[in-house]
């Protein structure tokens, strides 16, 4: 017979050929390639599949090994059972095997010979018979019970179950088969349940993520956003999944749009920084590509910077701010040293308002150098707070008396609402809680007009002390108001550093403040007045009388 390297294309032929030769032959002739189809054959099963057909371990041992296979068995035609002999022949050499000839050999002819010979040897026939059947049915069973096995346990895998496994009795091919099938089920178990592993933990980390993260295909639709990205685009999940890319990106930015991004990712990946509704947004972007390498959709990261940039904005701020106020006392000091030097000044009287001046300048530039390391240690969390329990009316009263002769000389009022003879207990820093009422009272009285009025008040609410210093002064314009407890920060900079400010007097009461675990709030209006309200929280101990 000729070989061919495609036993299907040559159907037509290769059953002429069989059925030319069923013409001198008796045998039932199958031609099957290495698909198990049936090309050929001398019955009418062309086109069929030799699974269950045929006995596939014959088959199946002449495509892997080359070799010719046979076997015995049985098939039943019209409710009886003839006895066969299947005989597999592999077409072509080496690895180039392109199917197998099968032949079934009609074994009937032989089974009467042995009939016409049971006159003879009638008893060894019976016996013969006898370990026929048996060898046939263990045979039988050898075969279809592995092979049910399988079955039952590949459909219970179809299904999702991989905790089949099948039992192995033999080495031979349904053993192999067996020993194969076993060994899929681990592995595809295992490579299920590393995938799934893999899935969770990317779900995680996307979920979790503080960046938005979406990918788009190349039709534009989003094939996944995490959460962080839902917000930023502030839509909800299903209109993720209802609307294009384009319709919701237009909320953020219109310069995201997915043909933009194709166009500026055409050299590799790419980042913008934009601003949005008072907000700093910095995106990068890329193709992502699929196993072969092809480009299918473009992934964007975006990540809000509003903080990030506002604590730059301040870091700049204050180097500058600090370099500005170091450098005007130092300007000052050197320009009067200098003309002292020179000579240029006889008259004493000039001589020593020149060098008050620069002693002035000195201890500016000194009271600015111990806030400066102040907020510093407050920052790294160097500034011990030495807290007890004290009588925050008592402090307040100290306070007050420290001021009273620098109100008086601008003709103020200094108000106490507050009752002297009240004990409100509070655990803290004595020294530094004075400092910040020190702080707002000087605040109030620098900013107050001559004659003007500070009220001055502390009380318990709940589980807290309120401190609220009220003046009539000056105010604070609203824009402004929220950026009062920044570092140098001062409404009116030229007036401020007249009256001696450093700009930092807020900054550290408010770390002061928090450090004890209170609050520290500014209400003002623009000429009418600023009102600072500290709370810090009441003292837990009961029963202690005489505090101070």
């Not at 999940?237 to 384009?246: A, F, H």
């Not at 050197?334 to 020179?342: A, F, G």
């Not at 106490?416 to 910040?436: H, S």
Request: proline fraction near 2%; aromatic fraction near 4%; charged fraction near 25%.
């Amino acid at each position: 017979m000729k070989t061919y390297d495609n036993l299907s294309d040559h159907k037509e032929e290769i059953q002429a050929n069989i059925e030319a030769w069923s013409k001198t032959i008796q045998e039932e002739i199958f031609v099957i390639d290495d698909n198990f189809m049936i090309i050929a054959s001398n019955n009418a099963n062309q086109g069929k599949s030799a699974v269950g057909l045929l006995e596939t371990p014959i088959i199946m041992n002449a495509l892997a090994k080359g070799e010719a296979s046979q076997s015995y068995g049985s098939i039943i035609s019209k409710n009886t059972t003839i006895p066969v002999m299947n005989m597999a022949f592999p077409i072509g050499e080496g690895k180039k095997i392109t199917g197998v000839i099968y032949m079934r050999v009609d074994m009937s002819s032989v089974y009467d010979t042995i009939n016409q010979s049971k006159q003879i040897f009638v008893q060894a026939m019976i016996v013969g018979l006898i370990i026929t059947v048996i060898l046939g049915t263990l045979i039988a069973r050898s075969i279809t019970t592995p092979i049910n096995d399988v079955t039952e346990k590949a459909e219970k895998m179809a299904q999702g179950d991989f905790s089949q496994e099948v039992s192995v009795k033999s080495k031979d091919e349904i053993g192999r088969l067996a020993d194969m099938f076993n060994l899929l089920r681990t592995q595809l178990d295992t490579t299920l349940f590393e995938m799934s592993s893999e899935k969770n933990k990317m779900e995680t980390i996307l979920k979790h993520m503080a960046d938005g993260l979406i990918a788009v295909n190349l039709e534009g639709q989003i094939i996944h956003a995490n959460p962080a990205a839902v917000q930023m685009l502030k839509v909800t999940q299903e209109e993720i999944e209802r609307e294009s890319y384009n319709t919701l990106i237009r909320q953020l930015n219109e310069e995201l749009s997915l043909e933009q991004l194709m166009e500026r990712c055409t050299e590799g990946e790419h980042s913008d920084v934009f601003e949005k509704s008072g907000s700093t947004y910095a995106t990068r972007y890329d193709w992502f590509k699929d196993d072969d390498g092809n480009d299918v959709g473009i992934i964007i990261l975006i990540q809000d910077i509003t903080q990030r940039q506002k604590l730059e904005n301040m870091q700049m701020d204050f180097v500058a701010n600090v370099s500005h106020e170091l450098k005007t006392p130092l300007t000052t000091i050197k320009s009067y040293t200098e003309t002292l030097i020179d000579g240029y000044v006889d008259d004493p009287v000039t001589v020593n308002e020149f060098l008050g001046i620069i002693d002035n300048e000195a201890d500016r530039m000194n009271r600015l150098v111990k806030d400066l390391l102040q907020l510093s240690r407050l920052d790294n969390n160097q500034e011990i707070l030495n807290r007890k329990e004290g009588n925050l009316i008592s402090l307040l009263k100290a306070a007050v008396k420290k001021v009273e002769i620098t109100a008086a000389n601008k003709d103020q009022h200094l108000n106490c609402l507050f009752n002297e003879e009240e004990r409100i207990p509070v655990d803290m820093d004595k020294d530094r809680i004075e400092q910040v009422i020190l702080n707002v009272i000087s605040n109030a009285i620098k900013y107050t007009t001559e004659g003007g009025r500070i009220d001055i008040d502390a009380l318990k609410m709940d589980k807290s002390a309120v401190i609220t210093v009220t003046d009539n002064g000056m105010g604070i314009p609203e824009a402004e108001l929220s950026r009062v407890f920044e570092r140098f920060f001062r409404v009116d900079k030229a007036r401020s550093r007249a009256m001696g400010g450093t700009g930092l007097g807020l900054a550290i009461s408010k770390q002061i403040v928090e450090g004890h675990q209170g609050t520290i709030e500014l209400e003002s209006r623009e000429n009418k007045g600023t009102k600072v309200i500290i709370t810090l929280p009441l003292s837990l101990k009961k029963g202690i009388s005489n505090i101070e």
